[in-house]
């Protein structure tokens, strides 16, 4: 199995190790690591799940630059989700928990075969719901459905306009609302256009159209909601496209993704921008996303929140309101291809990491 540059660490032959990515700092997607481990007991309250998907979300992509807003220091191991079987338990955990399939997002550490959680972090995925579709919707599908039914509330018949639609949050998002019985504009490059329409989604080509003349034609009123991970120019853009009444959600500053400098000025301005938008008595809203909001003040209400939430999400997969789009599934030790596959602009949904295998386990593209 190739490791497409991949520089590993010696373990023990013969014994079962926990395998893991790691970030060692500032580096190209070719100087990750490979670190193998022995593979930790559970304490108190916790379990051991052997990981069966987990992703590459933009936020590796920033925090390989060391510009994400929250960047764990370096090294660490990446991985902002995971989905996989709870394997062993400890003191405290109910003993039915051992063999299901859960998710759970935890920032950090999903890019391993291995992962030690509270148990009160995982989320039982559905019986007949596959690892990587269910990977696909843990961060991407909590954000967008947050996003959409806890913060924009956009009523049936409403009109949202979505940046970056054929993303991994995108995509969701441009389905939920859909289900929702709302009419979804989606900014993309036209390569994306077909896939959009086929969702349901007007397409609007960001690379070729001036895209905020483009959505007052289509929607000369204004939107009622705006999701922007754009940041910078766009977010401000993005709230002048606003019906009355209208929400802005920004989540994200993907446009400063490669500049130097600070990484917190660019979310701080868009902060700043929202407490100066929701002082105008103009019955616009506005505000700015983080899917951990909430969890340092009460992690008990922030756990069952996203439980519920990540809940509905999968119920909304089984019933077929939204798909499972993955780009490509890629073994774990190719983390370097998938991360260039992710940063490539190139693919609709997520590209999604999945353990090595002795059955000859390979790139797949989406179906």
Do not use: C
Not at 40 to 47: L, M, S, V
Not at 106 to 116: D, F, I, L, N
Not at 321 to 344: G, K, M, N, Q, Y
């Amino acid at each position: 199995m190739g490791t497409a540059g991949i520089a590993g660490t010696a373990g023990t032959a013969g014994s079962a190790q926990l395998v893991e990515i790691v970030l060692p700092g500032v580096v190209e997607p070719e100087g990750l690591r490979i670190r193998r481990r022995e593979i930790p007991a559970p304490g108190p309250g916790q379990i051991v799940v052997r990981m069966e998907a987990t992703g590459v979300s933009f936020a590796e992509q920033q925090m390989r630059r060391a510009r994400y807003y929250d960047q764990p220091p370096f090294p660490f191991v990446p991985g902002y989700d995971l989905v996989g079987t709870v394997l062993t338990a400890g003191e405290g955990v109910a003993p039915a928990l051992l063999g299901k399939r859960v998710a759970s997002l935890v920032k950090v550490g999903g890019w391993a075969t291995h992962v030690v959680l509270d148990a009160a972090d995982a989320v039982e995925v559905p019986a007949g719901v596959g690892a990587a579709e269910a990977e696909t919707l843990v961060v991407n599908g909590i954000t967008a459905w947050q996003m959409l039914h806890r913060r924009a509330r956009v009523r049936e018949g409403g009109t949202i306009l979505v940046h970056g639609a054929n993303g991994g949050v995108g995509t969701v998002l441009v389905q939920l609302a859909r289900a929702a019985g709302l009419r979804v504009i989606g900014t993309a490059s036209a390569r994306h256009h077909d896939a959009l329409r086929e969702l349901g989604a007007t397409p609007v080509d960001y690379r070729a159209e001036d895209v905020p003349a483009r959505v007052r034609e289509l929607a000369p009123g204004g939107v009622d909601a705006v999701f922007d991970h754009l940041g910078g120019r766009s977010v401000v853009d993005s709230w002048r496209l606003l019906a009355p009444g209208g929400t802005l959600v920004a989540y994200g500053s993907a446009t400063t993704r490669d500049d130097s400098g600070s990484k917190q000025l660019p979310v701080l301005k868009i902060l700043g921008r929202v407490w100066l938008w929701n002082a105008l008595p103009n019955g616009r809203h506005a505000y700015f996303f983080n899917v951990w909001a909430g969890r340092a003040l009460n992690k008990d209400r922030f756990r069952a929140r996203l439980g519920a939430d990540l809940t509905q999400v999968f119920r909304a997969l089984q019933r077929g309101e939204v798909s499972a789009r993955i780009a490509a599934r890629l073994p774990l030790t190719r983390a370097a291809e998938a991360l260039r596959l992710a940063e490539s602009g190139t693919v609709t949904g997520k590209v999604v990491l999945i353990p090595d295998s002795g059955d000859g386990a390979t790139a797949t593209p989406a179906q």
